[in-house]
C-alpha cells in the first residue's frame, strides 16, 4: 500500500466520531453511577456491559457484509458478542469462571479476526514469556479449576494481544491508524486482565474498579475499530492495483 493509498484507508477512520457518542455517553454513564462490585445486580450488569452493547452497534453501523473482505469485521463483532455476555457473567462472583470462559472465546474471534500474518514471532515470544511469569505470581493465590484456567485463558489472552501488536509494522507502508488502535486496545485488554489476576490472587490493588473498567473499556474501543481497516481494504486495495 502506498502513502496516498493509505491516507485514503484512513478516510473513513476520520469520519466515525457521531458513531461513537453512545459509546462514550455509556461509559460516562458508567463512571457516573459507578456501582461497586460488590452490588451485583442486573441493573449493574446492564449498565457494564452497555458500552459494549454501543461498540456492537458501531461495528453494525459500519454496514458489514458477508464479502470476504469484511469477513474480519464479522469475527470483531462476534468478539464483541462474547465480551458482553462475559461482563454480565462476571457481575455474579459465583460465575467469574464462566464469564472467564466466555471471554476466552472472544478472544479467539479477536486473534482471528487480526490474522497470522506477518508473523512477528520476536513479539510472541515476549508476551509468552511475560504470561508465563505472571502464572507462576498468580499460581499460589489459585485453587481449583482456577488453577488450569487462568493459564489457559493468560495464554488465549496473550495469542490475541500478539496478533494485534504485530499487525502493526511501522518501518513499512502496512499500517494504519485503526491498526494503531487494534494494537492498543490488544496491549490495554492485556494490562486490564492483569490487574484484575493481581487483585484478586495476589494483593488488593487501590482504585482497581476504576482502573480495571478504564483501561478495559479504552482497550474494547480500540479492537472495535479495527473494522474501519475492514471497510476501507478492499477499495484501497482496488486503487493499488489500478496503478500496478
Known amino acids: ?85 462475559a461482563d454480565a457473567f462476571l457481575i455474579w462472583p459465583d460465575y467469574f469462571v464462566h464469564g472467564m470462559a466466555v471471554f476466552a472465546l472472544a478472544h479467539i474471534f479477536y486473534a482471528a479476526a487480526f490474522g497470522f500474518s506477518p508473523l512477528n514471532l520476536y513479539t510472541g515470544v515476549v508476551l509468552y514469556a511475560l504470561s508465563a511469569l505472571v502464572s507462576l505470581l498468580l499460581l499460589p493465590g489459585l485453587d481449583g479449576i482456577l488453577t488450569i484456567g487462568v493459564p489457559i485463558y493468560s495464554f488465549i489472552l496473550v495469542t490475541m494481544t500478539w496478533r494485534a501488536v504485530a499487525q502493526v509494522q511501522f518501518n513499512e507502508d502496512l499500517w494504519t491508524w485503526a491498526k494503531v488502535c487494534s494494537c492498543i486496545g490488544g496491549v490495554l485488554f492485556m494490562i486490564s486482565d492483569l490487574l484484575i489476576g493481581i487483585h484478586y490472587f495476589y494483593r488488593p490493588i487501590p482504585f482497581s474498579q476504576v482502573l480495571i473498567m478504564s483501561t478495559y473499556y479504552v482497550a474494547q474501543l480500540g479492537i472495535a475499530l479495527s473494522v474501519v481497516d475492514s471497510r476501507a481494504d478492499a477499495p484501497a486495495l482496488l486503487e493499488s492495483s489500478k496503478h500496478d
Do not use: E
Open 1 to 85: 500500500m502506498t502513502v496516498s493509498n493509505r491516507r485514503y484507508a484512513d478516510q473513513p477512520f476520520k469520519s466515525i466520531g457521531a458513531k461513537l457518542v453512545p459509546f462514550f455517553k455509556t461509559v460516562a454513564i458508567y463512571f457516573l453511577l459507578f456501582i461497586p462490585v460488590d452490588r451485583p445486580s442486573h441493573f449493574a450488569s446492564l449498565i457494564k456491559c452497555l458500552p459494549i452493547i454501543s461498540l456492537i452497534g458501531f461495528v453494525l453501523l459500519h454496514q458489514l457484509s458477508l464479502s470476504h473482505s469484511c469477513s474480519s469485521s464479522w469475527r470483531i463483532l462476534l468478539g464483541l458478542i462474547f465480551s458482553c455476555i
